[in-house]
Structures are given as structure tokens and as C-alpha cells.
């Protein structure tokens, strides 16, 4: 079946702009997560999501990154006002269960570079 | 807070060569462990787990052991293939957040025919 998708896979921001990065998860999946990933590094947590409900947002670096998934389904998240730290792959990762440790399925990821 | 350190990168192997990559953790009660593969220009992909302390995690040729005494969950294979060349990087869940994982900075591998 198809896996978890991200679009776009490339993005070029002019600092100041606000961008919107899309994830679907695999269907039928109640917990999707989100993975910022700085060049050279390991993936780092920004948030989660069981069905529609945000219950974890302590990763998000700021206020200015906002993310939601109003139905239960796709997810969006959301920079305001870009700037050149926030370049970085955003990874997007589902899974089947809402409890204890769970296998995440991970999509390719978008990357962003703000100039 | 809990933390995951691997062993520094690159590593260059021939082709049928004997692979570790070391991971070390830490963290407080009884973590998850995983290993995740990255091949070039793919998503994140589960290789392998260990929920508890002894278990060892097995697959496509590669394992690992959670040993609690020493913090570790080291990645062995007895035979790499140049298909394994890959960014591998270990990984743990924990407690109440048992859902986030805490990722390793990850080490590259480079398998020579």
C-alpha cells in the first residue's frame, strides 16, 4: 500500500515568508508525528497527533510553527515568517497505535532552505 | 533527559566485511530501542527494535542486543553488501513520551564492491 507522502519534497523560501509543508499518512493511521532534521543530524521531535488532537507540541522551536490536522488525516505544518535557522528536512512519520512504543513510518521528507 | 550517542562516521567497509556500529544511551526506567535505516534519497525506514533488556532485535541480516548493563544496543552484520550503504542511526522511546523518539546523529556507511 502507499506510504506516508510530503509535499513538497523541495522548498526555497526568501526569509520573511511563510511557508505550508503537507504530510498524508498512511491510512487508517490515529498517530502522526513530525521530525525536524538539520543537516548532519539526527531527526529532532516537534510535535504529535492522536486523530485530530495536538497532544504534544513541545518540540515546536517557536511560536512562529504552527502545525494541525483538523480531520484526523493530513497534517500541515505551518512556518511564519521563515528565517535561515529554520532550513532543515522536516520529516512527517505515522503509526497504526495511539499507545506504547510504536513502529513510526517515516515519508521522504521536505526540505527547506530559507535564503 | 534522555540521549542517544553513536559512533562517529564515515564508515568504509568491502564488500562481505564484518559491520558494528556502536550506539550507547541514556535514559532513566526502561526505554525502547530501534534502529532506522536511511537509504540515499529515501524516508526513515524501521530496520529493527528491542523492547526490553536481552531481547535482540533481528533483521535483513543485521541485529542488535538491548543490553541495560552497559546502555547499549550495538548493530552488528556478519556479511555487508554494498547495498547496505546507508545512513543508520539509533534511536529510543521513554516513559511517559513513549511515543517521541530521541534520535542519534546517525552514522553513514559506505559499502565497497
Known amino acids: 500500500g502507499a506510504g506516508v507522502s510530503q509535499s513538497p519534497r523541495y522548498k526555497v523560501a526568501k526569509r520573511g515568508q511563510d511557508v505550508a509543508l503537507r504530510c498524508d499518512p498512511i491510512s487508517g493511521h490515529v498517530s502522526l508525528f513530525w521530525y525536524q532534521q538539520a543537516l548532519g543530524q539526527g531527526p529532532e521531535f516537534l510535535t504529535y497527533f492522536q486523530n485530530e488532537a495536538q497532544l504534544d507540541k513541545s518540540g515546536l522551536p517557536s511560536d512562529r510553527f504552527f502545525a494541525e490536522r483538523p480531520e484526523g488525516s493530513v497534517s500541515t505544518l505551518k512556518i511564519q515568517r521563515t528565517q535561515q535557522e529554520d532550513s532543515a528536512v522536516y520529516l512527517c512519520a505515522s503509526s497504526l497505535s495511539s499507545g506504547g512504543p510504536r513502529d513510526q513510518y517515516f515519508g521522504p521528507g521536505t526540505r527547506l532552505l530559507v535564503l | ?113
Open chain 2, 1 to 113: 533527559g534522555n540521549s542517544v550517542t553513536q559512533m562517529e562516521g564515515p564508515v568504509t567497509l568491502s564488500e562481505e566485511a564484518f559491520l558494528t556500529i556502536n550506539c550507547t544511551y541514556t535514559a532513566t526506567g526502561y526505554p525502547s530501542l530501534f534502529w532506522y535505516v536511511q537509504y540515499p534519497g529515501e524516508g526513515l525506514q524501521l530496520l529493527l527494535k528491542a523492547t526490553k533488556a536481552d531481547d535482540k532485535g533481528s533483521n535483513k541480516g543485521f541485529e542488535a542486543t538491548y543490553r541495560k548493563e552497559t546502555t547499549s544496543f550495538h548493530l552488528e552484520k556478519g556479511s555487508v553488501q554494498v547495498s547496505d550503504s546507508a545512513v543508520y542511526f539509533c534511536a529510543l522511546t521513554n516513559g511517559g513520551s513513549n511515543y517521541k523518539l530521541t534520535f542519534g546523529k546517525g552514522t553513514l556507511l559506505t559499502v565497497n564492491p
